[in-house]
């Protein structure tokens, strides 16, 4: 049997040709009745539309960008990276579209990988981590009329930039009040410094915790150093550094990890409720038990990957941002 036609799906389907063309560039203002019965005529007869044909048809390439800095090794190379890029990638090909991954790096030639895929328009959108969310980046994707989304919250001073979150805020608000909730009352936080000044997500965890405790009249107590825990070693020497410590927060799992090996088991971990943004999958071997809240990565991903679909196709009412709830793990 030749290959099916258009015409002749439109035929077996009773509509028109338009109306499985639109069926096959994944138009929404279809009904799911006739959507159904296009899409079930196109597997039975095993038509698959052809992307080349698709796209000069219709001006564009059916394909999504994600750009990453792949100098940043120790981004690149945590594994919730790969749960932001499974829900993206969940999304893009339930939308029968393919996913193009590249580096903002300088090359050979005059313009990079990422500056050559906007300005050749070798995408139909893209999706950047906030890491790359610069002035340069956001006037090359305006300047090109480029649909984009940030991973990650805003840094620039323009306001028309979609991005998606977690609200970290509210992590390191749940966070801490579920320590309270557990009777703890001295409550520490691991922030590390300048970490905390560079990245977003950390003072927003900052904040978070801040408000918890200013609710509750109590402390905050920030340090900067696991060895700023030494203190606490003898009763005589914590006495007169203050009240001794019943929880402690890290806000990154390498923060989490230094503790744990601080002075290879020291004896005030016992004491201490530890808690971390996000589970993972050693921690059920863990000699102490670690408290958390569960954030959805796969789930960030996917809003991202939505958001930008809705901008691909000039959809009313996107929103401007997202962010994410968390909640206590278990």
């Given at each position: 049997m030749s290959k099916i036609t258009i015409q002749e799906i439109a035929i077996l389907a009773g509509v028109n040709k338009a109306t499985v063309s639109r069926v096959i560039n994944g138009n929404r203002n279809i009904s799911e009745k006739t959507r159904k019965k296009v899409e079930d005529i196109m597997k039975q007869y095993n038509y698959v539309p052809n992307s080349?044909?698709?796209?000069?048809?219709?001006?564009?390439?059916?394909?999504v960008g994600f750009c990453f800095d792949y100098t940043n090794k120790q981004?690149?190379?945590?594994?919730?990276?790969?749960?932001?890029?499974?829900?993206?990638e969940e999304v893009v090909y339930d939308?029968?579209?393919?996913?193009?991954?590249?580096?903002?790096?300088?090359?050979?030639?005059?313009?990079?990988?990422?500056?050559?895929v906007v300005v050749e328009h070798r995408v139909d959108g893209v999706i950047i981590p906030n890491t790359l969310l610069n002035e340069r980046n956001y006037e090359l994707l305006?300047?090109?009329?480029?649909?984009?989304?940030?991973?990650?919250?805003?840094?620039?001073?323009?306001?028309?930039?979609?991005?998606?979150?977690?609200?970290?805020?509210?992590?390191?608000?749940?966070?801490?009040?579920?320590?309270?909730?557990l009777?703890?009352?001295?409550?520490?936080?691991?922030?590390?410094?300048?970490?905390?000044?560079?990245?977003?997500?950390?003072?927003?965890?900052?904040?978070?915790?801040?408000e918890a405790m200013r609710q509750h009249h109590l402390e905050a107590q920030v340090i900067e150093h696991a060895d700023l825990l030494k203190s606490f070693h003898d009763p005589q020497e914590y006495a007169s550094e203050g009240q001794r410590p019943d929880a402690l927060i890290c806000c990154t799992h390498e923060q989490l990890f230094e503790i744990l090996d601080w002075e290879n088991g020291n004896p005030l971990l016992a004491e201490l409720a530890l808690a971390t943004f996000d589970s993972f999958p050693m921690s059920k071997y863990l000699k102490y038990p670690v408290h958390f809240v569960e954030i959805d990565l796969?789930?960030?991903?996917?809003?991202?990957?939505?958001?930008?679909?809705?901008?691909?196709?000039?959809?009313?009412?996107?929103?401007?941002?997202?962010?994410?709830?968390?909640?206590?793990?278990?």
């Amino acid at each position: 049997m030749s290959k099916i036609t258009i015409q002749e799906i439109a035929i077996l389907a009773g509509v028109n040709k338009a109306t499985v063309s639109r069926v096959i560039n994944g138009n929404r203002n279809i009904s799911e009745k006739t959507r159904k019965k296009v899409e079930d005529i196109m597997k039975q007869y095993n038509y698959v539309p052809n992307s080349i044909a698709r796209g000069l048809a219709t001006n564009k390439t059916f394909t999504v960008g994600f750009c990453f800095d792949y100098t940043n090794k120790q981004a690149y190379a945590n594994p919730f990276f790969y749960k932001v890029l499974q829900g993206i990638e969940e999304v893009v090909y339930d939308r029968d579209h393919m996913f193009l991954m590249m580096s903002d790096h300088d090359g050979k030639s005059d313009r990079s990988t990422f500056e050559r895929v906007v300005v050749e328009h070798r995408v139909d959108g893209v999706i950047i981590p906030n890491t790359l969310l610069n002035e340069r980046n956001y006037e090359l994707l305006a300047k090109h009329n480029m649909p984009f989304v940030v991973s990650g919250e805003n840094t620039l001073p323009q306001v028309d930039v979609p991005w998606v979150d977690i609200d970290n805020v509210q992590a390191g608000r749940v966070l801490t009040e579920h320590l309270l909730n557990l009777g703890c009352r001295s409550i520490m936080i691991y922030a590390g410094g300048s970490a905390a000044l560079r990245d977003k997500f950390l003072s927003d965890r900052l904040t978070g915790y801040r408000e918890a405790m200013r609710q509750h009249h109590l402390e905050a107590q920030v340090i900067e150093h696991a060895d700023l825990l030494k203190s606490f070693h003898d009763p005589q020497e914590y006495a007169s550094e203050g009240q001794r410590p019943d929880a402690l927060i890290c806000c990154t799992h390498e923060q989490l990890f230094e503790i744990l090996d601080w002075e290879n088991g020291n004896p005030l971990l016992a004491e201490l409720a530890l808690a971390t943004f996000d589970s993972f999958p050693m921690s059920k071997y863990l000699k102490y038990p670690v408290h958390f809240v569960e954030i959805d990565l796969e789930m960030m991903g996917k809003q991202a990957a939505q958001m930008l679909f809705s901008l691909m196709n000039k959809e009313p009412g996107v929103p401007p941002s997202i962010s994410i709830r968390t909640q206590i793990g278990k």
